[in-house]
């Protein structure tokens, strides 16, 4: 890996703690962002799935990240709108379950969400295209057993991201 790899890869991860840590504040990275995101978060040691062949082979090749069943997956790259069965972890071991790249198109309806839990405070609205209101109703459906759940990040075309960490509650206002 050389120097110019380090520092993205710490600069994408940084980014993507602060969208944690700060649910619906877009956040945006340089071109390229999707293979950025997966080569800074997936390694040999964990599993992942994509909806998109090609973006799954180019992760098998860079990262060495096992390729797995939806449901079994640690990492989930998604840009069509429907939402596979998903690990939310167990009472014992909550943080083994998935983390949704959730990959948006600039096209259909704009949502405005309304966001409330833990980095927000008392509420927080954000504008957001290519999800429809049926994935909001689902995403809060995952999440409403907490600490179990999806955590998820929302990445537009043009590389700008936002986090939803399962703690947080979402809909559509």
């Known amino acids: 890996m050389i ?7 710490q600069r994408v991860f940084r980014e993507l703690m602060n969208a944690m840590a700060f649910p ?5 990275l ?13 390694d040999g040691y964990v599993s992942f799935s994509s909806d998109e062949e090609e973006l799954a082979l180019w992760i098998e090749r860079r990262t060495k990240s096992k390729r797995v069943a939806p449901q079994e997956a640690d990492f989930l790259f998604l840009r069509k709108g429907t939402l596979p069965s998903l690990k939310v972890g167990t009472p014992e071991y909550p943080e083994k379950s998935a983390t949704v790249i959730r990959l948006l198109k600039s096209e259909g309806e704009m949502l405005t969400l309304l966001l409330r839990g833990p980095g927000i405070e008392n509420f927080r609205v954000v504008e957001v295209q290519g999800l429809s ?3 909001v109703k689902l995403i809060g459906e995952l999440n409403r057993n907490f600490p179990l759940g999806v955590d998820f990040v929302f990445v537009r075309e043009d590389c700008c991201l936002f986090g939803l960490p399962r703690s947080v509650k979402v809909e559509v206002i």
Not at 34 to 41: F, K, M, Q, W
Request: net charge negative.
């Open 30 to 42: 340089p071109e390229g962002c999707v293979e950025h995101i997966a080569y800074t978060l997936l």
């Open 133 to 135: 209101p049926w994935e």
């Open 3 to 9: 120097k110019g790899e380090v520092l993205l890869t």
């Open 24 to 28: 619906g504040v877009w956040k945006c």
